[in-house]
Structures are given as structure tokens and as C-alpha cells.
């Protein structure tokens, strides 16, 4: 059984920053990818941040240049620095894990969320 700890959500002001933390445990042998996405109200689930196996990572359009998305890989924990926050920033953000353990292969394995807002 894998767990996903999510934490670092709160409110903060624009122009404010925040960090996010995902740790994963339990059975995992190998991480794929491991990110973000994110759910404001009434709209879809996007792609904030992901970051592979190799080390490289793919931001979303919105977040290039203001989130930076880093890892621990002893730790199977992912961070993610969010800089120069914008109202549209708030939604909730879901921790992504894509791995396999010694039973096979998972994907879209997904934390319970933390709610990140923005605003004055």
C-alpha cells in the first residue's frame, strides 16, 4: 500500500509565496513521475508540475518561471516553490505519483489535496 503526505497549503497574499510537499511511502520500488496538478472550482484538473525518473521536469504554461518543482529521492518527496502568487493560483492542488512496486506498475496514484489560496 503506498501513501501520499501532502502539506504546505494555506493562505497567502499576491505576490506572496508558498511551498508544497509530497512524501511518498510504502511499497514502492521505482518512482516514474511524480508532480502537481490542480482544481479550481467549476474548472478541470490541470497539470501544474511533474518531474521524471531522469530528473527533468515540465511545468505547466501558467506556473513557468514562478514554480519550481524539486525532489528528494531518498525521501520519495517532491517540493514545489511557488513564487510571485496570483489570484489564479488558487484552487487545490493534488499530488501526482506514477510508480511500481513489487506487484507491478501504477499510475494517477493521487494525495486527498491541499487548498492553496490567494488572496488580499
Known amino acids: 500500500q503506498v501513501q501520499l503526505v501532502e502539506s504546505g497549503g494555506g493562505l497567502v497574499q499576491p505576490g506572496g509565496s508558498l511551498t508544497l510537499s509530497c512524501a511518498a511511502s510504502?511499497?514502492?520500488?521505482?518512482?516514474?513521475?511524480m508532480g502537481w496538478y490542480r482544481q479550481a472550482p467549476g474548472k478541470q484538473r490541470d497539470l501544474v508540475a511533474t518531474i521524471y525518473s531522469s530528473g527533468s521536469t515540465y511545468y505547466g504554461d501558467s506556473v513557468k518561471g514562478r514554480f519550481t518543482l524539486s525532489r528528494d529521492s531518498a525521501k520519495n518527496t517532491v517540493y514545489l516553490q511557488m513564487n510571485n502568487l496570483k489570484p489564479e493560483d488558487t484552487a487545490v492542488y493534488y499530488c501526482?505519483?506514477?510508480?511500481?512496486?513489487?506487484?507491478?506498475?501504477?499510475?494517477?496514484?493521487w494525495g486527498q489535496g491541499t487548498q492553496v489560496t490567494v488572496s488580499s
Open positions: 501526482n505519483l506514477d510508480y511500481c512496486s513489487d506487484r507491478g506498475c501504477y499510475d494517477d496514484y
Open positions: 510504502g511499497n514502492i520500488f521505482s518512482i516514474n513521475f
